[in-house]
């Protein structure tokens, strides 16, 4: 759950700090968060992360399943839309991901297309 955590606490106030001892390229997601407005430094197995008032939306890759579905979640908390590119990893992880996350009010979609992302943006608004 680090990945999802470190979203929650990039989002928290203040300064937060996750170790990771067990895999050495967990921060990966890092990057990509950070496009979304996050305020987060890694140095060697640790992250500092300074809470941020809010993310914005960004186009973002899935480089693994907890990440993805972090980033996910970031882009539900973000200002504006989120595509999450890559999601081969959620799809094999999560069964029907986006569809329980709509059962639960979220406006999200799968999409096959650039074109089928603005059809989306239009209907939600």
Known sequence: MQPQMAVTLALAGGTSVVTESIFENRFRYVDELSRMGANVKVEGNVAVIDGVTGLTGAFVNAP???AGAALVIAGLAADG???VDEIG???RG?????DKLQGLGAMIEKVDSEKEAQKFKLKVG
Do not use: A, G
């Open 64 to 66: 693994d399943l907890r």
């Open 94 to 98: 999560y069964e029907c991901f986006e």
């Open 81 to 83: 839309y989120t595509v």
């Open 89 to 91: 990893y959620i799809q």
